[in-house]
Structure formats: C-alpha cells, structure tokens
C-alpha cells in the first residue's frame, strides 16, 4: 500500500515533442505528491508539486494532471528540449506519514535533438 | 528552497572499514532524512535524523550499521559501519522546507571495494 508505480521506465522523445511520465498510487493518506528530476551525478532536484485538491498544476512547460478518484498522476513536459534528459521520480508522502517520502521507480528521460 | 552540503562526494573504501557522511544546511530546519539510491535504481529512506533524540530507522535498515547523529537542526551525520560491497550505492540527505517541500543535497558516491 505504500508502493508508487511509476511508468514507463525509460521514454525517448524528440526535441519539441510532449513527455508524458504516469504514476499510480493506492495509499489513500498521501496528500503531497512532488516529482523530482535527477541529471547523472546529482542529487534529485524538486521540479513541481501538486496537492489533490487541484486536478492539475502547470509551472512553464511542466504541468501534473491528478485524478483523486483514480488515484493517479503524471508528469507532461511541453516542448521537451535536450536539457530535459534527465532520470524523473515521481513521490508521495503524507503529514501522517511524518512527510516521509515514497518514491516511483524512475523514468529515464531521452530527447533527441 | 535551501543549500545543502555533503562531505565527502565521493569515496572509495576497504571492505569492513566505516565512513562517515556530513551533511550541512544552511538553515534550521525540522525534518531531515538519510536515503540511499543504488545504483540505476530509485531512492530508498534510511532514517529520519532527529535532533536531540535517536534516529527513526526504517525496516531493513539498523542503528548498528547506520548510526545517525544529529547535534542540531543544521547538520547530521550518518556512518555506514563493517562496509561490504553491497553498500556501494548514493547516500543522500534530505531536509524538509515550508509546504512540506523536500530538497536533497548533491549525495555522497561510495564505492566499496
């Protein structure tokens, strides 16, 4: 219950095309949900956030859809550029949960210019 | 967000020997947590740091391997002890900011040969 899945593992898209990364969660507790972008070497850097009262929240080319009911979320990126390549964590957590976080899988990032 | 230092980045080490990890932040801060990433793979959490009081480990992980310490609400320490090839992995701390915004430091690279 307290898994995150996270698909598909790895997605290649070409420069100017949308990147669209799907996560899936069952623990109906968690309220925050952040998605990280990771470049090889570095740690996870805090990309955008989004709480289930809002169904979707955009922050320039990078928005999260939620769906409350279908207990799922995701990650578009508009306009991918090369500089995008990188590895993406979605997570959950909760304030009950001690804001603990539970992370995806990954999704490792391609485009291709 | 917040700055976050990790000492050392990276290190090579003997089987059976310990390291200790520092990690600095530039403000105080409540929450902060130790996870690893192994290699490919997704991040794991170690330990919540508590300030003043003992570690909260997770399952599968222990304070005799892992000890943590946390002297005040800006820095922690986290020793991987009786080292073994399988700990080879990333070990990066986490703190957590306003609106539950979690941000990772850079991570420490151990290698055990």
């Known amino acids: 219950q307290q898994q995150v899945k996270q698909s598909p593992q790895s997605l290649i898209v070409q420069k100017g095309g949308i990147s669209i990364i799907n996560c899936a969660y069952e623990?109906?507790?968690?309220?925050?949900f952040p998605w990280y972008q990771q470049f090889p070497g570095k740690g996870p850097a805090l990309l955008i956030a989004?709480?289930?009262?809002?169904s979707e929240k955009k922050e320039g080319r990078f928005t999260i859809s939620f769906n409350k009911s279908a207990k799922q979320f995701s990650l578009h990126i508009m306009d991918s550029q090369p500089g995008d390549s990188a590895t993406y964590f979605c997570?959950?957590?909760?304030?009950?949960?001690?804001?603990?976080?539970?992370f995806g899988t990954g999704t490792r990032l391609l485009v291709s210019p | 967000s917040a700055v976050i230092s990790q000492k050392p980045s990276r290190d090579i080490c003997q089987r059976g020997t310990s390291l200790t990890i520092q990690c600095q932040v530039d403000?105080?801060?409540?929450?902060m947590f130790w996870y690893r990433q192994q290699p490919g793979q997704s991040l794991t959490l170690i330990a919540t740091?508590?300030?003043?009081?003992?570690?909260?480990?997770e399952s599968g992980f222990v304070i005799d391997k892992f000890p943590i310490s946390r002297p005040n609400l800006t820095f922690s320490t986290l020793t991987v002890s009786n080292m073994s090839p399988e700990d080879s992995s990333i070990y990066l701390c986490?703190?957590?900011?306003?609106?539950?915004?979690?941000?990772f430091g850079p991570g420490t690279r151990l290698t055990v040969l």
């Open positions: 623990n109906t507790a968690f309220d925050y």
């Open positions: 989004i709480r289930p009262d809002v």
């Open positions: 986490s703190v957590v900011k306003a609106k539950n915004e979690q941000f």
């Open positions: 997570a959950a957590t909760s304030n009950t949960g001690f804001q603990k976080l539970v």
């Open positions: 740091a508590n300030q003043g009081s003992e570690a909260t480990y």
């Open positions: 403000s105080q801060v409540t929450m």
